[in-house]
Structure formats: C-alpha cells, structure tokens
C-alpha cells in the first residue's frame, strides 16, 4: 500500500528561528497538500501542489514539490508564535479522490 | 457562510453505549468524508460518500460502526457498542464535487471519550 512518511514528528524552535518539515512517499504521487492544524482545533488546508517541481509561496511559508513528485516541502522563514501546532501533509494517487494522510510534524515555537 | 457543522463537540460515554456522531455539509458540497483522529494511527479516513451514496467504507473499522447519509447535507457515524479503543476526535470534512484536486473543508470534530 501507499505510505507517506514525514518527518520529522517534532521541533522545537526558538522564535525567529526557521522551520522546515518533509513528506515522503515511496509512489508517485497526483497532487498533494498540506494542511495545519492548531491545538484543539481541526485541519485546515494550506496549499496544494500539482506539478513537478512546483514552489508555492504564501508570506513567509515555502512549499516545493519534488522533481520525481514523490515527495515535498513545508518551509516556514522565521517563525512566529501564531504558527504553533502540527502541520499535515495529504497526498493522492492517481486521480483518486481519497486524501492519505502523513503523521505530521508539531512545531512548538519558543516565544 | 457556514462551514462543516458537527455535533456534539464533546461526548462522554460508558462501554457499550451507542454514540451517534452528526454532521452538516457545507451547502452546495456533495463529497463527504468521515476521518479518525488518535495520536497511534494519526488522521484516518473511515467513509466517503458522494451525492448520498457510500463510494469507499474501507476504512471502517468493524461492524459495530455505521454511517449514512439520510439527505444531501447531512450525515450521521454511529458506534454500538462503544468501546474504549473508540476512544478519538472524529472530524467529518467535505469537498465540492469529491475530485482529487480538491480542498477537504473539515469539521471542528466531536472528541469521543469511552470510559
């Protein structure tokens, strides 16, 4: 079956500091996106990425979908408090409707 | 505009209860989607359906759990008889037509507790 690993399922930072969090899948994938999700609170979709190679930019976050599109990139540049809480990725095969979902990695920002 | 509705947001229950779990689609969604979420198996899809009718149950977990979708916006997730291991938030999120570009437009989620 589809696996999607990510990695890693912690990190601590101290403000300002910069955060990256990776997804990978052992297929090929259709699309993914990705989604954060604030303690208590439910998931709430960020981005999505479609193509090969694509980089998506929203302020001061950065996703990149690999060239072989099996695996991506969440990148926040100097974190703030307001970004805390666990950030998803949701990847499809195919044109499958279905979303599989990784882990996700917390981020806990130190003020 | 209103997003996913679900109710009770919070339920606490006894072993062997029956739990029935609701949820209000956005309006003009006709995809909806039932997810699981526990720190062991992370956020897992139970029940998609699409314009009322089941497409996937795979996910479901064993016969103790059921799910229906009586009218275009509304949906229900029972559990009879609860068990502890049920224990989890269950989120309910819907999409506009369920195609795999989609946005899933997720529920608060009713936190499940079975004592």
């Known amino acids: 079956g589809q696996q999607v690993m990510q990695i890693p399922q912690y990190q601590h930072v101290q403000e300002g500091e910069d955060f990256t969090t990776y997804c990978n899948s052992s297929?090929?994938?259709?699309?993914i996106q990705w989604y954060k999700q604030r303690p208590g609170g439910h998931p709430v979709f960020l981005i999505q990425?479609?193509?090969?190679?694509e980089v998506k930019k929203q302020k001061r976050l950065t996703f990149q979908f690999g060239e072989a599109k099996k695996n991506s990139s969440l990148h926040i540049t100097a974190t703030q408090t307001t970004d805390v809480g666990t950030y998803f990725c949701?990847?499809?095969?195919?044109?499958?409707?279905?979303?599989?979902f990784g882990s996700g990695t917390r981020l806990l920002v130190r003020p | 505009d209103a997003g996913v509705i679900q109710s009770p947001r919070h339920e606490v229950t006894e072993m062997g209860q029956e739990v029935t779990l609701r949820c209000k689609l956005i309006?003009?969604?006709?995809?909806l989607f039932w997810y699981r979420q526990t720190m062991m198996r992370g956020l897992e899809l139970l029940i998609y359906?699409?314009?009322?009718?089941?497409?996937?149950d795979s996910g479901m977990p064993e016969d103790r759990f059921s799910a229906k979708m009586p009218n275009a916006s509304f949906s229900t997730l029972k559990i009879q008889p609860s068990e502890p291991r049920d224990s989890a938030v269950y989120f309910c999120?819907?999409?506009?037509?369920?195609?795999?570009?989609?946005?899933?437009?997720f529920g608060p989620g009713t936190r499940l507790l079975v004592l």
């Open positions: 999120a819907s999409s506009m037509t369920g195609g795999s570009q989609e946005t899933q437009y």
């Open positions: 359906f699409n314009n009322n009718v089941p497409i996937d």
């Open positions: 309006s003009g969604h006709n995809s």
């Open positions: 949701g990847v499809r095969r195919d044109s499958s409707y279905k979303l599989i």
């Open positions: 297929t090929t994938l259709s699309n």
């Open positions: 990425l479609v193509k090969s190679g």
